[in-house]
């Protein structure tokens, strides 16, 4: 028997150890690296796939990877780093050949994790966030059929169609940051997955080493790779049908159908641009000769008979050849430094706060390009990867004080103990587009201070006492300032039942954004994740929030009684759901989030939250 339960254990250990770790119990918690490395250098060079490295190159991927670990220390995931050269090429990167001489270090953070049998986190798979310094490196998507061996082309894609289709916006800006703004940096889209990565390009003058192709240049690579393709097709075609000779006069045909077509839609694009063969070459994210099929236009968005449209077209590149050469020295011609970033994920938002925060891009651009202003300097982040933001607490407001003694006052925030330009105390919120945090401010005319939140997504109260009352009700003031564009997104008040893995089990979400100029009324709505048979919200109107002052306030409640939902903008309710939630609910979670903000305007200003006990 005693075997036995001990054997139970045993396997009961495994199956725990063996479990992955939920990201979220370890989303604020600093796990470091798996090991520290402290690289000293190459003492030899080495081949790959031709390309000959240097013991000087090589060292520099020491370097890089030392600087990255000296700069930044993971939290919410699992760090290593790891030097890397030039790939070799493979079926599917068989132009990889073509790129210049780029070697440096990449480090990852792993998302998933599980406890190994020894007790320690190992990552569960491959997945993770990563950072990455390279010598010579290229931030590209590859033009695969106009591509070779011998020659790279590629795009960029930096800019998202804006969703009134009006222009094309950037959706991630770093030149704002201070740190950045002596340089080059782009933020480029991930065409395939969605999301991004933020680029920073160090280089002598800020010479760009990559070069915009003409539509000439560009008309003349898509018909020199016309007969390339349908040649490897056709080949593609004759293993695949190998002994099947009905398929492949069936099939055969039906290629060279395709190709003909591509040729006369190739003629007549040159007939059309055959004045402007020396323009920039704008075209689609990822080009491809399929641009040429059903008569498209490969310069614009549409048939070559529509008018033209350049919105959301990039411009294609190639590596400068001389450069490229000059790659193959011992000193690199330029430094790619790039990493992903998203503001709703808390382990990339440290991530990137490390980088633009820490990171000493002042030394490495001059470690390489002016030497003579770090001679004898070994390399030191601009701030450690310890640091923690001093928090500047004021005196607490007289209003903050009454309520905090009131015991029928669950939860009140004015955001008076917290100082003007800092984040607010007590409080998280995710970083916006442009890596920026909720602030608190000061309102001109307006008393107190109030927090900022611009495109910022979840701002919640840290010390919320769990679970709300039964009934409540809530309260805060709302304000937007003058000449708030008309149509941009809304605030949203989520009121939530979440599970313990931070999914919202039930909610009840307040969305009001103001008119339009002229208009003394805003508009809401209410959307709802409830139990069957319970109402699913409306829409209704916000009297009195306008964008016509300069400062555009109104106060907003709701009100929970039983099962009964009211929303009440300033003195009028404007909504009552009578059955509107399950009387026993319980909410535990209250959150405030701007999903987007597109101009300075844009911007909405809180305070006097409160949450009032009806009992």
């Known amino acids: 028997m005693k075997y036995k339960l001990t054997l139970l254990l045993l396997l009961s250990s495994c199956f725990l150890l063996a479990q992955e770790i939920p990201r979220k119990s370890i989303e604020d918690s600093v796990l470091g690296w798996m090991k520290l490395y402290h690289f000293k250098g190459a003492a030899e060079g080495k081949t790959v796939d031709k390309k000959v490295y240097s013991a000087a190159q090589l060292s520099l991927c020491d370097s890089f990877a030392n600087w990255i670990q000296a700069s930044y220390t993971p939290k919410g995931g699992l760090g290593d780093v790891r030097r890397t050269v030039t790939g070799k090429p493979d079926d599917y990167h068989p132009n990889d050949p073509a790129l210049p001489q780029s070697y440096g270090a990449n480090a990852k953070i792993y998302w998933f994790l599980k406890y190994s049998s020894a007790g320690k986190m190992v990552p569960v798979n491959n997945l993770g966030s990563w950072w990455g310094i390279m010598a010579n490196g290229v931030p590209h998507w590859e033009i695969r059929d106009i591509s070779t061996p011998n020659q790279y082309y590629f795009t960029m894609p930096s800019f998202e169609t804006a969703f009134d ?106 007939e059309k641009y055959k004045d402007r063969l020396n323009e920039l070459a704008l075209t689609s994210a990822q080009p491809s ?86 001679k004898g300097q070994q390399y030191k982040p601009l701030r450690s990867p310890s640091y923690k933001e001093e928090v500047v607490i004021t005196q607490a407001s007289v209003v903050n004080k009454k309520n905090a003694a009131d015991k029928n006052i669950h939860f009140f925030e004015d955001f008076s103990t917290t100082g003007i330009g800092t984040k607010p105390i007590g409080w998280s919120s995710r970083l916006n587009s442009n890596g920026k945090s909720c602030t608190v401010i000061s309102l001109q005319g307006e008393p107190g201070n109030w927090v900022e939140i611009k495109g910022n997504e979840l701002l919640t109260p840290l010390q919320l006492k769990k679970p709300l009352p039964q009934n409540f009700t809530l309260s805060f003031d709302l304000a937007v300032p003058k000449n708030f564009t008309w149509g941009a997104k809304s605030l949203k008040i989520a009121l939530s039942k979440q599970k313990s893995d931070g999914t919202d089990e039930a909610n009840f979400i307040l969305s009001i954004r103001p008119g339009y100029s002229g208009s003394a009324d805003g508009l809401a709505y209410v959307e709802t994740k409830l139990p069957a048979g319970f109402e699913s919200g409306s829409n209704f109107s916000a ?62 200003f809180i305070s006097n939250i409160k949450i009032t006990n009806q009992q």
């Open 289 to 374: 000769l399929n641009d040429l099929d059903s008569d498209r236009d490969v310069f614009s968005n549409g048939y070559l008979t529509d008018a033209e449209s350049t919105s959301g077209r990039v411009p294609v590149y190639k590596i400068d050849a001389a450069m490229a050469e000059l790659c193959k020295k011992d000193k690199p011609q330029w430094i790619l430094i790039g990493w992903q970033f998203s503001p709703n994920d808390p382990l990339e938002k440290h991530l990137h706060e490390s980088i633009i925060n820490n990171f000493n891009f002042d030394y490495v651009h001059n470690f390489f390009f002016a030497p003579e202003k770090v």
């Open 165 to 270: 289709g009006d222009a094309d916006k950037k959706i991630h800006d770093l030149t704002k940051v201070a740190a950045l703004k002596p340089y080059t940096s782009f933020w480029l889209k991930s065409v395939e997955t969605g999301g991004g990565t933020d680029y920073v390009l160090l280089s002598k003058d800020n010479k760009s080493p990559f070069i915009k192709l003409t539509k000439g240049e560009y008309l003349q690579l898509l018909e020199n790779a016309i007969p390339v393709v349908a040649a490897a097709e056709k080949k593609k075609l004759y293993e695949r049908e190998q002994g099947n000779q009905k398929n492949i006069i069936y099939f055969e045909k039906a290629l060279n159908d395709k190709n003909e077509k591509r040729v006369n839609c190739l003629k007549r694009t040159r």
């Open 543 to 604: 009297p009195g929030f306008s964008v016509n002052k300069d400062v555009n306030k109104i106060g907003v409640s709701i009100i929970k009684d039983g099962e009964k939902m009211e929303v009440w903008v300033g003195k009028s309710k404007m909504a009552e759901y009578k059955k509107g939630v399950p009387a026993d609910m319980l909410f535990n979670a209250l959150s405030f989030t701007h999903g987007r903000s597109d101009g300075d305007t844009e911007k909405y």
